[in-house]
């Protein structure tokens, strides 16, 4: 039994094909092309994919808790990890002040 390509098959236009495109594409009022304005304003999709970049990077650790504090935390719902941060962060600051 032969296999099946899962992948289309591309079929490329001879450049008398690639010409009627073309003049077809630029006759359509409603296909005109782009300004060279708008040409320098485009940006590579892959820069605007994903989540933005933070300002404040974070650093990726493992640690051990005790089950009793994991457990209040994630009793609080979602975003217990971020409530686990301020309240670290809250004790750092309250510490160094005093030092």
């Known amino acids: ?6 992948r289309a098959s591309i079929v490329v236009p001879t450049p008398k094909e690639d010409k009627t495109i073309t003049a077809a594409a630029k006759a359509d009022p409603d296909a005109q092309p782009l300004t060279p304005k708008q040409l320098k304003s485009m940006v590579p999709m892959r820069v605007l994919r994903g989540r933005p970049r933070s300002a404040s990077t974070k650093q990726l650790v493992s640690v051990r808790y005790s089950p009793e504090v994991l457990a209040y935390f994630k009793s609080t719902g979602e975003g217990w990890q971020s409530r686990m941060d301020g309240v670290l962060r809250a004790y750092v600051t309250r510490h160094s002040r005093r030092a």
């Open 1 to 6: 039994m032969p296999k099946i390509s899962k």
